[in-house]
């Protein structure tokens, strides 16, 4: 069966650091992958998805960009974070057959920046 | 481009009583439809789905009907319980809005003892 993980489940970090997340998926090959955030009391804002190795859209210009070095590695990553990069980070797969198919999420990241 | 709209929460019902959370949503093409639910500290889940005008999409209790000359996939339940306390999201998907999934702002529900 399909699985799909996310780390860290928890960050705390200081305005200015870097940031790494990172999902991975088992059970599944060429998935299409998405990042999410979810701010607090908010829907769901898509940032980055991907249809394969090295391809990467962006969503939303920001700080944040997202890197796909394994098909089924997916990484969202910051150089200087900001205090409104704070928010819940899901990371998500779809089965590339169908395009309209329902998503599968991860456990979801928590990011607190002080 | 393709939107969903659904009710504010959060919604606060006692157990046992009958729940409805209403979407609509403007697509170009033809989606599909979903709920998904988050419970507290966790990822979002697939509740239940349709995906051609007048399916049904059901799932523990809950049901979903496709209405495409209302645009809507409302949400229903008929006896809620405490263990249904979630947040819920409406969401599409369809192939002009290329590989994206749109979703609602979600509706806070909360259930009493």
């Known amino acids: 069966s399909q699985t799909i993980h996310q780390w860290p489940a928890t960050l705390v970090q200081p305005v200015g650091s870097p940031l790494s997340l990172e999902c991975t998926v088992e059970?599944?090959?060429?998935?299409?992958l998405y990042w999410y955030r979810q701010a607090a009391g908010r829907g769901l804002q898509l940032l980055f998805y991907s249809v394969g190795i090295g391809q990467i859209s962006s969503e939303v210009p920001q700080n944040l960009s997202a890197s796909r070095p394994q098909d089924r590695q997916f990484i969202l990553s910051s150089k200087k974070l900001l205090l409104s990069d704070s928010g819940f980070y899901l990371c998500?797969?779809?089965?590339?057959?169908?395009?309209?198919?329902?998503?599968?999420f991860g456990e979801g990241s928590r990011l607190t920046v002080l | 481009g393709n939107s969903v709209t659904q009710m504010e929460g959060p919604v606060t019902l006692s157990e046992e009583a009958f729940l409805t959370i209403n979407c609509t949503y403007t697509?170009?093409?033809?989606?599909?439809l979903f709920w998904y639910v988050q419970y507290p500290g966790e990822g979002l889940q697939l509740l239940l789905k349709?995906?051609?005008?007048?399916d049904k999409g059901s799932n523990k209790g809950f049901e979903a009907t496709y209405r495409k000359e209302t645009t809507s996939f409302h949400l229903e339940k008929g006896s809620v319980q405490v263990s249904d306390s979630a947040v819920y999201f409406c969401a599409l998907s369809d192939r002009t809005g290329g590989f994206k999934t749109i979703f609602g702002a979600g509706t806070r529900l909360f259930v009493k003892a």
């Open positions: 059970g599944t090959s060429n998935p299409n």
């Open positions: 998500a797969w779809r089965n590339r057959d169908r395009v309209t198919g329902e998503l599968f």
């Open positions: 697509a170009t093409g033809y989606p599909s």
């Open positions: 349709a995906t051609k005008a007048d």
